[in-house]
């Protein structure tokens, strides 16, 4: 494609952009906005290895603390944080459901200490809120499709590693308190935070435990008129969440380490707003007046418990060995529509209902790693995943069943190994995972409304099963200090989103052991990269292709639900970083830029002709920052440009028009803490967003502006 002379002609500007003089990573700059983990020896948990991420062929970027923490003064959130620092990332929706949200054109797997936060049965779309980002030490993200966490993860990984347990004998507190408000400063857009974590420890056992508690206000745009709340999908704005965490740690040798993590996260809309309806026609979003909303309000609940054991010396080897357990509970806004309408419940057509998915997951990981004795230079790793997962969607107004409880479980032992050859001007790495998954879905009913008599549909249950053997390779190149090149090829697995394909099925006699629309998608990823990091200058390219013979997309139906599709898909993509010390003492200024195409068959006949829509893929996207630090003082400035886009194949109305929006902070260390001010949308422009501007194209209720102008004032202290 034409951009892949863009990425040879980019190679060959980042040969002659290497400074004379290395520079060790120690030295590097720790306030990047986006750290290339490949620049020094940072150990990336998700990888499954103790391996530094520059040993490996992989695109790995890591968001430190001091780096996370600015974006979330700026942005509240972990996904939004994410969202705003990496280019290939699409824009949020700005609610509470990421449905649609994407890395590099697929879904990504959201972990937390690497247990997956999805819910592969019926993705409920809430796996970025299920955890106060307060409880977050650094963001590891993995980009392009792998099977490192097993299912899920055909975009990447976003790992979340908690805060780590107290260092040092005695009592440690840290403290947030943290106030946000609207450009008018008006009463009911304020909204305002308090979190608190205090860390005891006493020679081997520590214990960490803390609370977080944010009230959201409305939301207003640019133009000064609350945003529309989405009654479905769930809302951020007006709304409470509370989390409370918990670590006890003890070692039982220098090498040796018991430990139990567990988090209890919920996020519930208050009510107090209700949508009206704007005009596409004349360009005039939804907004939201004071009202009741109808139902119970959406909320999000998630625990989690994890116990782990950490041997780095067994046998010369490391070993890790992790239990978890985790619940999730979506409740999702009510509605009058044609889908859950049931004559023999309420023969006039208003039946009002709303729908609560539930998830609950037990499973386990085990890794050991050594060298091989005799050859130290081949490290191997072992391991074995199991997961099991057991998912329902019921409408919880009348008690009906919209997705039969499903169970859901993965075995998967894998293998990897990396070859260090010439000193380490090349490594070679590859390894291979076995994937046995089984579905168990009882017999059961559908809803009336998928039938066209009105009377439910009877589906045989059944025991589908896939086993599939997944591989990865790739190979690097250091030639000089600071230079690194990789190709590499790696295969994802994950399923369809089940759910939504077990609750709409509309024929009689299916069984669902013989129903194809179950098949997993695989999804190849390959890649090729060149990073170098010299002198002042750290600067990263890729391009990668990614495909699946049997994808999964999203399209809506006329009730504003998506259903499953299954078609080919294939992706490929350009994303280029840049980030270099200015000679300015304490100035760095960094460039991002992520071009992504995707095409599927949407027609049917076999051809890729039609381009993804916005619900499938992000736009194109160019980042320009510039931080600076110097003492107690720090400051950022960032825009990020969302680039205009068609979507050939799709209707001409979901044509993407772009827009652009700048963000600040400063911040400033004093005898309390560090006192800070994040301006999200500086300018205050006026946007639709993304989903709005390219999806919903026939929904007036659902037409969203994004965010104006909002000041978040922050106070973070360490006793």
């Known amino acids: 494609m034409h951009f892949g002379r863009l990425f040879i002609a980019s190679v060959s500007t980042l040969a002659f952009a290497t400074p004379a003089v290395a520079q060790d990573a120690a030295e590097a700059d720790g306030d990047a906005a986006v750290e290339a983990a490949a620049s020094s020896d940072i150990v990336v948990t998700a990888t499954r290895t103790q391996l530094p991420a520059s040993a490996l062929p992989l695109t790995i970027d890591v968001l430190d603390s001091e780096t996370f923490n600015r974006q979330l003064t700026i942005s509240g959130s972990t996904v939004d944080a994410v969202s705003a620092l990496l280019p290939s990332f699409s824009p949020t929706r700005e609610k509470l459901s990421g449905a649609g949200e994407s890395l590099r054109g ?12 999805s819910t592969p049965v019926r993705d409920g779309s809430r796996d970025g809120y299920t955890i106060d980002p307060f409880f977050i030490d650094r963001v590891e993200v993995i980009y392009g499709s792998n099977a490192l966490q097993g299912i899920g993860g055909t975009g990447g990984v976003v790992n979340q590693v908690t805060v780590a347990a107290p260092k040092e004998d005695g009592v440690s507190i840290r403290t947030l308190l943290q106030g946000t408000a609207s450009d008018s400063f008006a009463g009911e857009a304020l909204g305002g935070k308090a979190a608190a974590l205090a860390g005891w420890r006493n020679g081997a056992f520590d214990a960490s435990i803390g609370g977080a508690f ?3 206000g409305a939301f207003i745009d640019g133009a000064g008129k609350r945003i529309g709340v989405d009654g479905a999908q769930g809302e951020i704005q007006d709304s409470d969440s509370w989390s409370v965490f918990g670590r006890l740690g003890y070692d039982l040798g220098p090498d040796t380490r018991v430990e139990l993590v567990a988090n209890h996260f919920e996020l519930q809309g208050n009510g107090h707003y209700v949508r009206v309806p704007g005009d596409r026609a004349e360009g005039r979003p939804s907004s939201s007046e004071l009202g009741q909303t109808p139902g119970d309000p959406p909320s999000n609940t998630a625990d989690m418990v994890s116990l782990s054991l950490t041997d780095k010396n067994l046998a010369g080897g490391t070993f890790t060995l992790q239990g978890f357990y985790n619940r999730t509970r979506d409740l999702f806004g009510g509605d009058i529509n044609s889908t859950f309408q049931d004559p023999a419940i309420d023969p006039t057509g208003q039946l009002f209902d709303q729908s609560a998915n539930k998830s609950r997951k037990v499973g386990g990981k085990v890794t050991y790693e050594r060298g091989i004795p005799g050859f130290d230079d081949l490290v191997v790793t072992l391991g074995f995943d199991a997961l099991f997962d057991k998912t329902e969607q019921t409408l919880i107004q009348t008690g009906r069943a919209w997705v039969p409880e499903t169970e859901f479980r993965s075995l998967a032992p894998f293998a990897q190994a990396n070859l260090k050859l010439l000193d380490g001007v090349v490594r070679l790495a590859g390894g291979v995972r076995h994937e046995d998954v089984k579905l168990t879905v009882d017999d059961y009913h559908t809803l009336a409304s998928y039938s066209d008599n009105g ?6 249950g059944g025991s589908p099963s896939f086993s599939r053997t997944l591989f990865n390779g790739g190979v690097i190149v250091e030639p000089i200090q600071g230079l690194r090149a990789y190709g590499s090829f790696a295969e994802g697995f994950t399923i369809a989103d089940v759910g939504r394909i077990l609750r709409s099925i509309s024929e009689e006699g299916v069984d669902i052991d013989d129903f194809l629309s179950l098949e997993p998608v695989i999804s190849n990823n390959k890649e090729l990269g060149v990073e ?6 750290k600067a990263t390219a890729s391009y990668f292709w990614s495909s699946s ?6 399209v809506m139906n006329s009730d504003g639900i998506f259903e499953v599709v299954r078609a080919p898909v294939d992706i490929e993509g350009l994303e280029l970083n840049l980030k270099t010390q200015t000679p300015v003492p304490g100035l760095d200024v960094s460039f991002g830029y992520s071009h992504l195409v995707g095409k599927t068959d949407g027609n049917g006949d076999g051809i890729l002709e039609a381009d993804l829509d916005g619900a499938n893929i992000s736009p194109d996207r160019l980042n320009l920052a510039a931080d600076f630090t110097r003492g107690r003082f720090s400051a950022r400035a960032q825009g990020r440009f969302y680039l205009s886009r068609t979507f050939d194949g799709q209707p001409a109305d979901s044509a993407f028009e772009g827009y652009t929006l700048l963000d600040a902070y400063i911040g400033y260390r004093t005898g309390l803490g560090l006192v800070s001010l994040g301006i999200q949308n500086a300018l205050d422009e006026y946007y639709l967003t993304y989903d709005s501007d390219t999806v919903r194209t026939f929904d007036n209720s ?3 502006a994004g965010r104006g102008r909002t000041f978040t004032l922050s106070l973070q202290s360490e006793f």
């Not at 697929?106 to 936060?117: E, K, T, V, W």
Request: no cysteine; net charge positive; proline share 11%.
């Open 106 to 117: 697929r879904s990504p797997l959201y972990a937390i200490d690497g247990i997956p936060q």
């Open 214 to 216: 944010e009230r959201r």
């Open 455 to 460: 009377t439910p549909i009877f589906v045989a």
């Open 532 to 537: 170098l990091e010299r002198g002042p200058v």
């Open 549 to 554: 013979k049997l994808g999964s997309r999203l």
């Open 702 to 704: 659902r037409y969203f």
